[in-house]
C-alpha cells in the first residue's frame, strides 16, 4: 500500500481543497429528503458539475475529469474535510453508474450519464419488496414480454425505495422467467417514475420526511432500450451494483474520518471526561483504520485486484462504526441531545447503514462462508 501522493496527485488534491473552501454553502442545505431541500442540493450537484468535480472519474465527455482511482478517493476526503452537503445523486453516481459503464450500451451511456452528472435526473434504488428485503433472490414483481411493442410489461411493488419520493427514473429487478426460481430469471430494468402505471406513495422515515418511497407497477411498459444487461442476466448485473454499494463507492473513508473528527472536537469541547476517552479513540482509530483499509484496497485494484467478497467486510465494518460513533456523541451530550440536530439527525440515519447494502447479518454469514470458509448450519439444526 503506497500512501505518498505523487506530485499531479498533490496539484490534484490543493485544486479540489481551494475549490471547496470557496463553493461549499457556510449554511447546511435543508433536507434532501423535503421538496425545497431536494431542489437546494440538485442545484448543488450543477454546481459541483459545471466545475467538473461532481463525478471526477468519469470521463470528460460526461462531465468528469478521468481522474484515477486514487484521486478519486483524495477528492472524497477533501469533500467530507470541508464539510459539503451530502449528495442526493449517489444512487445514480456512486451505485448505476459503475453497473452501466460495465453493462450499458453506449446508446445508455450517452443518454443516461451526462443528467446524472449534473443532478438533473435524480436515480432511486429500487430493490427490496414487501417479502425480499434482505434475501432479494426471493423478490415477486414480474416482467412479461411484449413482443408487439419490443419491451417488457412489469407489475409488482418495491418498497423502502430510495429518493423515489421526488426522484425522475428508478432501477431494479423483475422475475423475467416465471418459471425460474432464486436468481435465475432476472432482468435489471430501468424506468421513469412519471411512467403510465407507476405509483409513487412516500415513506415518512423517523424524523417524519419522505425518504423513501413504496413503489407500484401496474402494467407499465418498458422498452428493450431501458433493459440494463441481457434479458435473464439481471442478478449477475445487480451484483456488479451491490459490489460498489458494499465496497468504496457508497461509504469513503473521507465521511467517516471526518465524524470522527468533530467527535474529537465534541468530547474536548464538553470537558474530556474520561470515562468516554477510550470510546473517543476507539471511533477515532476505527475511522483511521477504515481509510487505510480502503488505501489498501485501492492499491490492490490499481495492481489490478478486485474487491470480491471483502466488500463484505467493509460493509459490515463502516456501518458499525458509523453507529458507534454516533451513539457516543450523543452520549457525551447527554440530555442535550435532542437539541443537538446534526448529532442526533446522523445518528437516526446511521441505524439504516446495518440494514441497506445487504444486512450485516446477511453479510457476515458471506464473510464466514465465501472467505473463512466455514460450513453452511445443516437445515433443521
Not at 475529469?65 to 452537503?85: C, D, K, M, N, Q
Not at 456523541?329 to 437539541?339: I, M, Y
Amino acid at each position: 500500500m503506497n500512501l505518498d501522493l505523487s506530485e499531479s496527485e498533490l496539484t490534484f488534491q490543493a485544486e479540489a481543497r481551494a475549490w471547496l473552501a470557496e463553493n461549499v454553502p457556510r449554511e447546511p442545505l435543508p433536507s434532501m429528503d423535503t421538496a425545497e431541500g431536494f431542489a437546494a442540493h440538485q442545484e448543488w450537484e450543477a454546481k459541483l458539475a459545471e466545475a467538473r468535480w461532481a463525478v471526477v472519474s468519469w470521463p470528460e465527455e460526461y462531465h468528469g475529469r478521468g481522474a484515477s482511482l486514487v484521486e478519486w478517493v483524495i477528492f472524497e476526503e477533501e469533500y467530507y474535510r470541508a464539510g459539503a452537503p451530502g449528495r442526493v445523486s449517489q444512487n445514480g453516481i456512486f451505485l448505476l453508474s459503475p453497473t452501466i459503464f460495465e453493462n450499458g450500451t453506449q446508446e445508455q451511456q450517452d443518454r443516461w450519464l451526462p443528467s446524472m452528472a449534473t443532478g438533473e435526473k435524480i436515480w432511486a434504488q429500487a430493490w427490496s419488496e414487501p417479502e425480499a428485503g434482505s434475501d432479494l433472490a426471493s423478490l415477486r414483481s414480474k416482467a412479461v414480454r411484449d413482443e408487439t411493442r419490443g419491451g417488457w410489461v412489469l407489475n409488482g411493488q418495491k418498497t423502502w425505495s430510495s429518493r423515489a419520493s421526488y426522484a425522475h427514473w428508478g432501477f431494479g429487478l423483475f422475475r423475467s422467467d416465471p418459471e425460474s426460481q432464486r436468481h435465475h430469471g432476472l432482468t435489471y430494468f430501468c424506468f421513469p417514475l412519471d411512467a403510465e402505471g407507476v405509483t409513487v406513495r412516500p415513506i415518512a422515515q423517523l424524523d417524519g420526511e419522505p425518504g423513501f418511497a413504496e413503489l407500484f407497477f401496474d402494467d407499465v411498459f418498458v422498452p428493450d432500450a431501458d433493459v440494463l444487461g441481457e434479458p435473464g442476466q439481471g442478478w449477475s448485473v445487480a451484483m456488479s451494483t451491490a459490489g460498489n454499494e458494499r465496497g468504496l463507492s457508497l461509504r469513503s473513508p473521507g465521511r467517516f474520518c471526518a465524524t470522527a473528527e468533530r467527535l474529537v472536537e465534541l468530547w474536548r469541547s464538553v470537558g474530556s471526561p474520561v470515562e468516554y476517552r477510550d470510546r473517543v479513540v476507539d471511533a477515532w482509530l476505527g475511522a483511521e483504520a477504515y481509510r487505510l483499509y480502503t488505501w489498501g484496497t485501492v492499491s490492490r485494484l490499481v495492481d489490478g485486484g478486485s474487491i470480491g467478497y471483502s466488500g463484505s467486510v467493509n460493509k459490515v465494518f463502516w456501518s458499525d462504526l458509523d453507529v458507534a460513533m454516533h451513539e457516543t456523541a450523543l452520549d457525551l451530550l447527554a440530555p442535550a441531545a435532542e437539541l443537538r440536530g446534526p448529532w442526533m439527525d446522523g445518528y437516526l440515519f446511521s441505524l439504516s447503514g446495518p440494514i441497506y447494502a445487504g444486512t450485516n447479518e446477511v453479510q457476515r454469514n458471506v464473510v464466514a462462508e465465501r472467505i473463512l470458509g466455514l460450513p453452511r448450519e445443516p437445515k433443521g439444526a
